[in-house]
């Protein structure tokens, strides 16, 4: 079980809360299929991403962005249980999807890379720390039908 602290707690709540999902999950989403191109294997049914600006116009992209950021407001609401949270995520994409394990960290970089981008000066090392103890912990817990 996690430690969370009233600050850790607020802080991710109020990251999440100031989040814009329509475009903050599409360009989290979107850099991870750009910067990480082996990832776009697992999304073949999304059409076109044959280059950067296919993938960042991609309606399915945009979609699934928008899906990974509802998942995670899950979690924040959920935060000292998120193993049961994402147990069923964690058995859809082990068992049917067949997706490595290492691509969710793949994508909570490229969304803390985001998310740093649009807080700007507000993103200090106490959010950012805050933020990657969250993800690293949903992370571990989408990871952990693997084990």
């Known amino acids: 079980m996690v430690e969370w602290t009233e600050c850790e707690r607020a802080t991710i ?3 999440f809360a100031k989040l814009d999902y329509d475009s903050v999950g599409p360009a989290a989403l979107s850099r991870c299929l750009v910067v990480y191109p082996w990832t776009q294997r697992y999304f073949s049914k999304f059409g ?3 280059n950067a600006a296919a993938i960042m116009g991609n309606p399915n992209v945009a979609k699934h962005g928008k899906i990974i950021l509802h998942d995670l407001e899950r979690g924040v609401k959920n935060m000292d249980n998120l193993k049961e949270t994402y147990a069923d995520l964690s058995v859809l994409h082990s068992e049917k999807l067949h997706v490595d394990p ?3 960290k ?3 970089d490229c969304l803390t890379i985001v998310v740093a981008s649009r807080m700007g000066k507000a993103f200090t ?3 950012q720390a805050a ?3 969250f993800l690293a912990v949903v992370v571990s817990s989408l ?3 693997y084990h």
């Open 106 to 108: 793949l994508i909570s």
């Open 102 to 104: 290492d691509n969710f």
């Open 143 to 145: 990871g952990r039908q």
């Open 48 to 50: 076109n991403l044959y």
């Open 131 to 133: 933020l990657q103890k």
């Open 125 to 127: 090392g106490e959010v």
């Open 13 to 15: 709540k109020d990251i």
